[in-house]
């Protein structure tokens, strides 16, 4: 019989970003794969399109760490995808659950739990997340990026892998990248990227620094859903909301990169050597979760760093001024630097751990 495994993860493209670097691997070993989303997550965009993955959308309610009306209807939300996974999970019977992350995450795990199906959690931040918190103790094993994660995990569950980088990023062509943005061999190109949801401080920053920013760079603008300012047609300024099968060649023809200093993104620059600006979330817009991240990079000379509460059009012109003269110790030090490579090793953990049920 044909082994299976069921993924989930979701709410940002973060929690979806590992599993779509595994689900190849597994289509091509013969596995059935299967996904467990939200009815209208950003993972059910990102998965639907992929052949043969069948995806399953159930209940799910936001763990939020603040007080909110909607807090009242949650719990119900969470009690009706717990009975939908555990449904769906005795159903469909899958060897093996990996779970990324992300709340539609948390009724996924307990279904598996539930029936006795083995679950691995991978975890990309430094401190698990709350899904991730609750999810630790149903698990059989979670792979961490950062090797300070472990600490964090408890009962020896923790693997230090690094990071899970699909491997299509790596086959990007610069010359195609250049064609699709209409810019040239000849001058340096700036990549932004706000994270997966966009930033609208970091696009109103690089939008007002733009004159002084286009005379050393082209600059690529990844800005996020619904943040394109159609008005703006600067020579050597190229704005997409998102992309997904133009990344590779985007990210190959780029020099230097500002962001967000989400885990699976800085960790996909780190694999390709682009020396980045970060600019991470506050405590208040996530858990303080990428200020670590930035500051675990900033230590290792991979990155600048600028806070979003110093964050001007001037402050961001003079960290890539200091970004662009040091270049390349930023990138002899991203060559000697953290693992990278643990597709792999991920892929073959949960083989393991599927077969010895
Ligand atoms: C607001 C929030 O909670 N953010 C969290 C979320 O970030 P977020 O969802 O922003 O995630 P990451 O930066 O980790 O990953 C974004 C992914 O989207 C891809 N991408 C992005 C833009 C684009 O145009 N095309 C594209 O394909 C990137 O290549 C990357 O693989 O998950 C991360 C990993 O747990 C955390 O570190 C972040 O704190």
Redesign the pocket.
């Known amino acids: 019989m044909k082994k299976k495994i069921m993924f989930t993860g979701g ?7 590992v599993n ?1 670097a595994l689900i190849p691997l597994f289509r091509q070993e013969g596995w059935a794969v299967e996904y467990i989303g939200s009815v209208n997550g ?1 993972e059910r965009e990102l998965v639907s399109p992929l052949p043969d993955v069948a995806y399953f959308p159930i209940s799910t309610g936001k763990l939020r760490r603040y007080l909110d009306w909607q807090n009242a209807k949650d719990p119900f939300r969470i009690a009706k995808g717990v009975y939908q996974a555990y449904r769906l999970i005795r159903r469909r019977k899958p060897d093996i659950v990996f779970s ?3 709340f539609v995450s948390v009724p996924v795990v307990i279904g598996a739990w539930l029936n006795r199906v083995p679950v691995i959690i991978h ?3 430094i401190t698990p ?1 709350l899904a991730n918190r609750i999810a630790i103790p149903m698990a059989e094993a979670v792979c961490t990026t950062f090797p300070e994660a472990a600490a964090h995990i408890g009962k020896g569950k923790g693997r230090h892998v690094g990071a899970v980088i ?1 491997n299509e ?1 790596k086959q990007g062509s610069a010359a195609a990248g250049r064609k699709l943005c209409g810019f040239t061999p000849q001058r340096p190109v700036l990549l932004v ?5 966009g930033a609208q401080s970091i696009n109103r920053a690089v939008r007002q620094a733009l004159p002084e920013l286009t005379e050393a760079f082209q600059v690529v603008h ?1 800005c ?1 859903k619904g943040q394109l300012d159609p008005a703006l047609t600067v020579p050597g300024y190229c704005q ?5 099968d133009e ?1 590779p060649d ?2 190959a023809m780029s020099d230097l990169v500002i ?10 620059f780190l694999s390709l050597r682009k020396p980045m600006l970060l600019i ?2 506050t405590r208040q ?3 303080g ?2 200020i670590l ?1 930035a500051r675990s990079f900033e230590k290792a000379g991979y990155a600048e760093v600028l806070e979003e509460e110093g964050l001007t059009p001037q402050t961001l012109l003079e960290r890539i001024g200091v970004l662009h003269a040091h270049r390349d110790a930023y990138v002899s030090a991203m060559a000697s630097g953290q693992k990278t490579d643990a597709l792999a090793e991920v892929f073959k953990l949960i083989k393991e751990t599927a077969k010895s049920r």
């Open positions: 709410g940002s493209a973060g929690h979806v970003t779509l950003i990324k992350g992300g975890e990309s931040d997340g699909r990023l990227m706000g994270g997966s949801l990844l996020g997409f909301e998102y992309i997904r990344l985007v990210l962001t967000r200093a989400g885990s699976n993104s800085i960790f996909e991470p979330l817009q996530s858990r979760d990428q991240n």
